[in-house]
């Protein structure tokens, strides 16, 4: 490591990244000579020791994007070991506790917290990131879902959310873009994670069965849309959706 130089020197840092997803983005990102910062509410050693293991550069920093002072305390943390900020992958979500609910029984104090997380906290990510990156311009990636673009019965809060990143990055990319900041959006089909592995079977087919490339979705099958929008290859992108979703959603 690293086996390219796409981020080489450069700093990403990288929320959900103690498994799944993130993971993925982690160890690819460091694979591109990135240093890594993982961040998450739960503990990332696991994800630090591959990265390291392979020669690369990582630290773990406990995060709770609901938290603005956490949030700064994230960034913080990366500048005082890295010195600098090049990227952030907003990639934390609240998914895994959420069932397949009908929107007139949603618990409101579930919609809350979701908003919380998945909207507020990519705000308040970014936020703290943007003093470092405002210095040397860098790279934005927010994480939403094919389901903000094709919608979802059952799930009308999680989808709700998506959508809202769907439009934050379009007005993040205009007010960011004078500082030679990119913000643009990776919308994931569904992927198969211990996070998502428990619901519906049927659910989950009606997804593969939609697809043009018939398979199960993975975590490595968005790292490399995630590598090109940190790196300079998408020096004039901002402002779009990818979707990355094997085919089911056609532009």
């Given at each position: 490591m690293p086996t390219h130089?796409?981020?080489?020197?450069?700093?990403?840092?990288?929320?959900?990244?103690?498994?799944?997803?993130?993971?993925?983005f982690a160890i690819g990102c460091a694979a591109q000579g990135a240093n890594v910062v993982v961040a998450d509410?739960?503990?990332?050693d696991e994800t630090v020791a591959a990265i390291e293991a392979a020669g690369g550069h990582a630290i773990a920093v406990r995060v709770d994007v609901a938290d603005d002072a956490s949030t700064r305390a994230m960034a913080d943390a990366a500048l005082k070991r890295f010195g600098?900020?090049?990227g952030l992958i907003n990639n934390a979500a609240y998914f895994r506790e959420v069932k397949l609910?009908?929107?007139e029984e949603l618990d409101p104090a579930q919609w809350e917290r979701i908003f919380a997380v998945?909207?507020?906290?990519?705000?308040?990510?970014?936020?703290?990131?943007?003093?470092?990156?405002?210095e040397r311009g860098g790279s934005i990636v927010n994480i939403a879902s094919v389901v903000a673009v094709a919608g979802q019965p059952g799930y009308l809060h999680y989808?709700?959310?998506?959508?809202?990143?769907?439009?934050m990055t379009k007005g993040l990319a205009k007010e960011?873009?004078?500082?030679?900041?990119?913000?643009?959006?990776?919308?994931?089909?569904?992927?198969?994670?211990d996070?998502?592995?428990?619901?519906?079977?049927?659910w989950q087919q009606s997804f593969l069965k939609a697809r043009a490339i018939s398979r199960e979705q993975r975590p490595d099958d968005l790292v490399g849309t995630a590598l090109y929008l940190l790196s300079d290859l998408a020096g004039f992108v901002s402002g779009q959706t990818i979707v990355v979703d094997g085919g089911h959603i056609m532009y």
């Open positions: 130089d796409l981020l080489t020197d450069r700093t990403i840092v990288i929320t959900g990244a103690a498994t799944g997803i993130g993971q993925a509410m739960n503990a990332a600098r900020i090049d609910t009908p929107f998945n909207v507020k906290g990519v705000w308040q990510c970014c936020k703290a990131v943007m003093p470092a990156l405002r989808v709700a959310t998506k959508g809202a990143v769907l439009a960011c873009g004078p500082h030679n900041v990119r913000v643009n959006v990776i919308a994931p089909g569904f992927v198969i994670t996070a998502t592995k428990n619901r519906p079977i049927e």
